[in-house]
């Protein structure tokens, strides 16, 4: 079965500081998905990235960046020189193969302090 | 990318009665689900929602207590039956939509449901 896990549940962090959302998933399937989304306190989804398991490399965009690591079965984002704009809770997710009903880990729940 | 609304965005509504919320989707779309995401917590699929046939439901969710209909492929509804304040969450709508030669996971604003 898929599941995903970020074991964070709240982080805080001064404005301008770095912040990682660890998460790690499990999954029996050779080829998969894994998002990011972002759910602002006005409550809608904000879809982040996708990666496939065939492309291990790092991605950046802007101020956010992605850390897949297959080995170790995490995809981690980080938040870079945060603003208080970036306070949400971030989920993971993952889709079975072959499947498109995303399970998602518990979100880790950011808080920016001006 | 699929633009998707939602109605009511929120309501407040008395134990033991039903509310229907509405999908509504820019295009045409394969597939349509159901999310629920309880007070603090993470979201959790209701249910995938078939055109023209009844609606696949997971774990733990029955049609009785979420009827779920879906007559074309930009419309759905989920209906929250006879409700307790353990309902109170936030239905979110989802779609899969086409992104280049891959599809993406939309998801709709959101009704926030409070049960009293």
């Known amino acids: 079965a898929q599941k995903v896990t970020q074991a964070q549940t709240e982080i805080s962090v001064v404005e301008k500081e770095d912040v990682t959302l660890d998460c790690v998933y499990e999954?029996?399937?050779?080829?998969?998905?894994l998002f990011w989304y972002k759910q602002p306190p006005s409550g809608e989804l904000v879809f982040l990235i996708r990666?496939?398991?065939?492309?291990?490399q790092n991605e950046i965009s802007g101020r956010y960046s992605w850390n897949f690591q297959k080995s170790t079965s995490s995809f981690n984002f980080t938040i870079t020189a945060s603003q208080v704009v970036d306070s949400a809770v971030y989920f993971c997710?993952?889709?079975?193969?072959?499947?498109?009903?995303?399970?998602f880990g518990k979100g880790n729940q950011v808080v920016v302090i001006p | 990318s699929a633009v998707i609304s939602q109605k009511p965005s929120r309501d407040i509504c008395q134990r033991g009665t039903s509310l229907t919320i509405q999908c509504q989707v820019d295009?045409?779309?394969?597939?349509m689900f159901w999310y629920r995401q309880q007070p603090g917590q993470s979201l959790t699929l209701i249910a995938t929602a078939n055109q023209g046939s009844e609606a696949t439901y997971e774990s733990g969710f029955v049609i009785d207590k979420f009827p779920i209909s879906r007559p074309n492929l930009t419309f759905s509804t989920l209906t929250v039956s006879n409700m307790s304040p353990e309902d109170s969450s936030i239905y979110l709508c989802?779609?899969?939509?086409?992104?280049?030669?891959?599809?993406?996971?939309?998801f709709g604003p959101g009704t926030r449901l409070t049960v009293t």
């Open positions: 989802s779609v899969l939509g086409q992104q280049g030669s891959s599809y993406e996971q939309y």
């Open positions: 999954t029996r399937d050779t080829t998969y998905y």
């Open positions: 997710a993952l889709p079975p193969c072959g499947n498109n009903r995303l399970a």
């Open positions: 295009s045409q779309v394969t597939m």
């Open positions: 990666r496939n398991s065939f492309d291990e």
